[in-house]
């Protein structure tokens, strides 16, 4: 989700034809309806997102009934009448986010049914489902009351659950000194892990979908990974490796808020090994070299835009420019699948002392001031340069760094947003052939390490 100019994943901004479907997703009118029974009198529903309003269209219900995900939103419907106290409140929250990341990552690693024909690799269920999830959660008024404040801190805990950002953990056990691995008994679903001795463990992160504005039918392969891979053991030439995901908004306000050192700063204390992950180019994939302080402004999921620095917390001692540690030369030279792999050193600054932005295809120069990564300018930039700096700041030497994915692309005849399918097979390959890839560098990247 970088912005090299012109950066695909600005033609793709991360994150569908159809028949018009009955109630896939609850409408305002009907969840109102349905939360009659513990409504506040008098209290008004808080206004819906950008994200929010576009499960309105025929393509989100489309995917979610095509999926069987069209039953997530009105469950949690039914759970919130019942919740009678602010910690039950919380509870069915948590809950119901935690269900909805679990059921993604079951679908996606073939366990239980498909609950319909949408190819199981698919990331997009998971999107338009938790938007479900947070549209009904905003507009709901219990008879307890509930302050904004309130509600804002249930959306918080609804978002990071259904997001595998909670779950992202590793158990004591799991450890690359000899002691036996985890059991799973975080709830994550993964392949086996007990008994496993010397676990590498891995941190992966994936975003939502975008650029729905310009195509709503799009769905994004780091998302998709994420799922693929979540509690999953690769076996690497130097044993068993363990990885935890999570998945993210493309939401400038999330990444100011410090979402990302949030969800990300417990698991990297304890990893050997991360990698963020978007998407980037057409047909070709990037390890990301140098990552720069620096938001270019495109617009978001919520079609907002922000140039700038980007926001940390102690300013005074935030650098220019965090460099990967991944072992990118092991990577580019690996065959690791059918998409070209490049050390991507390409950056954007303004050199010290001059006033116009340079491009610098071997990377920054001394005392430069950043204006594009070798990720662009956009959040896929800004993630690698949180990950890195919090990797810096916490004084952990492991290997880190951000892998721009190919654009996934629709098949020939199916490229017009306006008359196209929200499926093909070239689609279903592409995914899952991105997705085997990034498994495969993934495991270079371990051995390597």
């Known amino acids: 989700m970088g912005r090299i100019r012109p950066r695909p994943e600005r033609l793709a901004l991360v994150l569908l034809t159809a028949t018009a479907l009955t109630l896939a997703v609850p409408s305002p009118a009907g969840a109102a309806a349905d939360a009659a029974a513990t409504a506040q009198p008098g209290a008004p529903a808080a206004a819906f997102t950008v994200e929010e309003q576009r499960l309105d269209g025929a393509v989100p219900r489309e995917i979610l009934r095509r999926a069987g995900f069209d039953e997530v939103a009105p469950e949690f419907v039914r759970s919130l009448r019942g919740a009678r106290t602010p910690a039950a409140a919380e509870r069915t929250v948590v ?249 991507n050193t390409s950056v954007t600054e303004i050199p010290a002392g001059g006033t116009a932005p340079v491009v610098r295809p071997e990377g920054p120069t001394p005392g430069s001031a950043a204006r594009a990564g070798g990720g662009g300018d956009y959040l896929s930039n800004e993630i690698a340069y949180r990950a890195t700096l919090l990797r810096d700041r916490l004084g952990l030497d492991i290997p880190g760094g951000h892998v721009h994915t190919p654009v996934l692309q629709f098949g020939a005849g199916n490229t017009d947003p306006a008359t196209g399918t929200v499926t093909d097979p070239e689609f279903v390959r592409n995914r899952l052939d991105i997705i085997a890839q990034l498994r495969t560098i993934i495991r270079v990247a371990a051995e390597a390490s």
């Open 95 to 343: 809950r119901h986010g935690a269900a909805l990341w679990k059921r993604a990552v079951d679908r996606a690693q073939g366990r239980g049914p498909a609950r319909g024909d949408l190819s199981r690799d698919d990331d997009r269920p998971l999107y338009w489902a938790r938007l479900a999830l947070t549209r009904e959660l905003r507009q709901w008024q219990p008879q307890f009351g509930l302050s904004e404040a309130a509600r804002s801190r249930l959306l918080g805990k609804l978002e990071r659950s259904s997001r595998g950002q909670d779950s992202m953990t590793f158990s004591n056990k799991d450890s690359r000194d000899g002691r036996d691995g985890r059991d799973g008994a975080n709830g994550k679903g993964g392949q086996g892990g007990k008994g496993l001795k010397g676990v590498k463990r891995i941190v992966v992160t994936g975003f939502d979908p975008f650029t729905l504005d310009r195509d709503i039918r799009i769905s994004n392969p780091s998302g998709a990974t994420a799922l693929a891979l979540d509690g999953t053991v690769i076996r690497t030439a130097d044993g068993p490796a363990r990885i935890e995901t999570a998945v993210f908004p493309v939401r400038w306000q999330d990444f100011a808020d410090g979402t990302v050192e949030e969800a990300l700063r417990r698991p990297l204390a304890r990893a050997d090994l991360f990698t963020t992950v978007s998407q980037g180019r057409v047909g070709r994939i990037d390890v990301e070299r140098f990552n720069g302080a620096w938001r270019g402004g495109f617009g978001d999921n919520e079609n907002v835009s922000e140039t700038g620095l980007v926001p940390v917390t102690d300013p005074a001692s935030q650098p220019q420019w965090t460099t990967t540690s991944l072992p990118y030369r092991a990577i580019a030279a690996a065959d690791t699948g059918r998409f070209p792999v490049y050390d």
